[in-house]
């Protein structure tokens, strides 16, 4: 017979706590003890080893599912496009939608985009890289990543605050504080839909090579009888998630890295000067900052891991950032963007439910990062920064900078010339980048 409950000596974690940190002395500390410890809502695991077994484990599926529910949401708006999630679905109606909703997520298509997301990395730079300071959030992170998902699906850009304003509260429904803010995440979700359901029409008139026209020819018949292809309502419950998630998780993520770098000054540098390291800076900051600060899953059968009697339903939360800083595994706390031979992070989760988009994210965030290295130097906090808490997804929510204005003469007349616009040469790194010196090393000169 299972034994119900785990060691009831092993450290306790109020998790639904909004003071509750992941990054916490207390985090440590039963790492540094043990494997695993208690928490409000079941098991968090928290060493490299068993992260990377466990999220893999057959005796579990995905456990984001209960979210809701752990907090008395179990009907309505929202609970109806939470369950809706691919990456809540489980066996032959996961892998059904993963393979139709793949091909709109392709390489091809993100590099068919990547030059144009470095021009909008530039170009929101420009806008305050003059002044030597920034809010970076309201700034940068906040406008890249809605005018990126704009981009993606042929939003006209200029409606990015719109983008932001209402991703920004679907987002709240990540944190520990949904019950709270329901209301608000309900109205952002309809806002949404409207987004969704007048690109999909638009695609249905007049198809691209993009995305959404992707998505939209693998849709089923209108009564969605086929089973072929995705169904109306899946159809638009996919771009509402796709709009939302890809927002939150780059605004985030970005704000983590540049708090990252803030406090890394030499890694910055290095950035700045090797352009090549954008995509290893992506994943060092992923290991040890990730705005995913968690993976759940959910106990399927009782089952004995490692020692520990694990009863069915059971809801365990994979600690992201402590697998990824645990010494014995991941090597170590020590952010070094050179690094090599670093086991994979969890930022975009594992095993089959291993994100989607995440070659999207992965490119956007790499392009941004590599232009802001260039052209920022030596940034340094400039004021409080203001966060959410630091469990479920987090981020800042501002983050006030100032930084040495780093823009070589001519940069904006290279700019308007475009891939031809420097010496001749046509490469991306070239026509992205706007450190001069980066340039004049990538030259020869």
């Given at each position: 017979?299972?034994?119900?409950?785990?060691d009831?000596?092993?450290?306790f974690?109020?998790?639904?706590?909004?003071?509750?940190?992941?990054t916490s002395?207390?985090?440590?500390?039963?790492?540094?003890?043990?494997?695993y410890?208690?928490?409000?809502?079941?098991?968090?695991?928290?060493?490299y080893?068993?992260?990377?077994?466990?999220i893999?484990?057959?005796?579990?599926?995905?456990?984001?599912?209960l979210?809701?529910?752990?907090?008395?949401?179990?009907?309505?708006?929202?609970?109806?496009?939470?369950?809706?999630?691919?990456?809540?679905?489980?066996?032959?109606?996961?892998?059904?939608?993963?393979?139709?909703?793949?091909?709109?997520?392709?390489?091809?298509i993100v590099?068919?985009l990547?030059?144009?997301?470095?021009d909008?990395?530039?170009?929101?730079?420009?806008?305050?890289?003059?002044?030597?300071?920034?809010?970076?959030?309201a700034?940068?992170?906040?406008?890249?990543?809605?005018?990126?998902?704009a981009?993606?699906?042929?939003?006209?850009?200029?409606?990015?605050?719109?983008?932001?304003?209402?991703?920004?509260?679907?987002?709240?429904?990540?944190?520990?504080?949904?019950r709270?803010?329901?209301?608000?995440?309900?109205?952002?979700?309809?806002?949404?839909?409207?987004y969704?359901?007048?690109?999909?029409?638009?695609?249905?008139?007049?198809?691209?090579?993009?995305?959404?026209?992707?998505?939209?020819?693998?849709?089923?018949?209108?009564?969605?009888?086929?089973?072929?292809?995705?169904?109306?309502?899946?159809?638009?419950?996919?771009?509402?998630?796709?709009?939302?998630?890809?927002?939150?998780?780059?605004?985030?993520?970005?704000g983590?890295a540049?708090?990252?770098?803030?406090?890394?000054a030499?890694?910055?540098?290095?950035?700045?000067?090797?352009?090549?390291?954008?995509a290893?800076?992506v994943?060092?900051?992923?290991?040890?900052?990730?705005?995913?600060?968690?993976?759940t899953?959910?106990?399927?059968?009782?089952?004995?891991?490692?020692?520990?009697?694990?009863?069915?339903?059971?809801?365990?939360?994979?600690f992201?950032?402590?697998?990824?800083?645990?010494?014995?595994?991941?090597?170590?706390?020590?952010?070094?963007?050179?690094?090599?031979?670093?086991?994979?992070?969890?930022?975009?989760?594992?095993?089959?439910?291993?994100?989607?988009?995440?070659?999207?994210?992965?490119?956007?965030?790499?392009?941004?990062?590599?232009?802001?290295?260039?052209?920022?130097?030596?940034?340094?906090?400039?004021?409080?920064?203001a966060?959410?808490?630091?469990?479920?997804?987090?981020?800042?929510?501002?983050?006030?900078?100032?930084?040495?204005?780093?823009q070589?003469?001519g940069?904006?007349?290279?700019?308007?010339?475009?891939?031809?616009?420097?010496?001749?040469?046509?490469?991306?790194?070239?026509?992205?980048?706007?450190?001069?010196?980066?340039?004049?090393?990538?030259?020869?000169?």
């Open positions: 017979m299972i034994i119900p409950t785990p009831a000596t092993a450290p974690f109020d998790v639904a706590d909004p003071a509750f940190s992941v002395a207390e985090v440590r500390r039963a790492r540094e003890a043990g494997w410890a208690r928490t409000s809502y079941g098991l968090a695991v928290l060493r080893d068993q992260v990377s077994r466990l893999r484990h057959p005796a579990l599926r995905q456990g984001s599912r979210w809701p529910a752990h907090h008395g949401i179990t009907s309505g708006p929202f609970a109806d496009w939470w369950a809706s999630w691919v990456l809540n679905l489980e066996g032959e109606a996961h892998h059904r939608m993963r393979r139709l909703l793949s091909p709109a997520f392709s390489r091809r590099e068919t990547r030059p144009r997301f470095g909008l990395a530039g170009e929101l730079a420009d806008s305050f890289a003059g002044t030597g300071r920034c809010e970076f959030m700034d940068f992170a906040e406008p890249y990543a809605a005018r990126v998902i981009i993606m699906l042929g939003i006209a850009e200029e409606e990015w605050p719109t983008i932001a304003a209402e991703s920004a509260t679907v987002g709240l429904a990540m944190g520990v504080r949904i709270e803010h329901l209301p608000r995440i309900e109205a952002a979700l309809a806002a949404l839909y409207d969704a359901d007048a690109v999909i029409a638009a695609r249905q008139r007049d198809p691209r090579d993009d995305l959404v026209t992707s998505l939209v020819k693998s849709q089923a018949d209108e009564d969605g009888l086929t089973g072929a292809g995705l169904t109306g309502a899946e159809l638009r419950d996919a771009l509402v998630l796709l709009i939302f998630g890809g927002f939150d998780t780059t605004r985030n993520q970005l983590l540049m708090q990252v770098f803030l406090e890394h030499g890694q910055w540098r290095l950035l700045g000067e090797r352009p090549e390291l954008g290893a800076a994943e060092e900051v992923m290991r040890i900052r990730p705005t995913t600060t968690w993976v899953r959910e106990a399927l059968a009782d089952f004995t891991f490692d020692g520990l009697d694990i009863r069915a339903g059971t809801t365990v939360h994979l992201c950032e402590s697998a990824g800083t645990d010494t014995a595994q991941a090597g170590g706390k020590e952010f070094d963007i050179t690094a090599t031979g670093r086991p994979p992070h969890f930022g975009f989760g594992g095993g089959i439910h291993y994100c989607l988009g995440h070659y999207v994210a992965r490119t956007d965030m790499a392009t941004a990062l590599t232009v802001l290295a260039g052209r920022l130097g030596d940034p340094r906090p400039a004021g409080e920064a966060w959410l808490p630091d469990s479920g997804n987090t981020g800042p929510v501002r983050l006030p900078i100032s930084f040495t204005a780093d070589p003469t940069f904006t007349e290279m700019n308007g010339r475009g891939a031809e616009g420097y010496s001749g040469c046509s490469c991306h790194l070239c026509r992205l980048l706007a450190c001069c010196r980066t340039r004049r090393r990538h030259l020869g000169m």
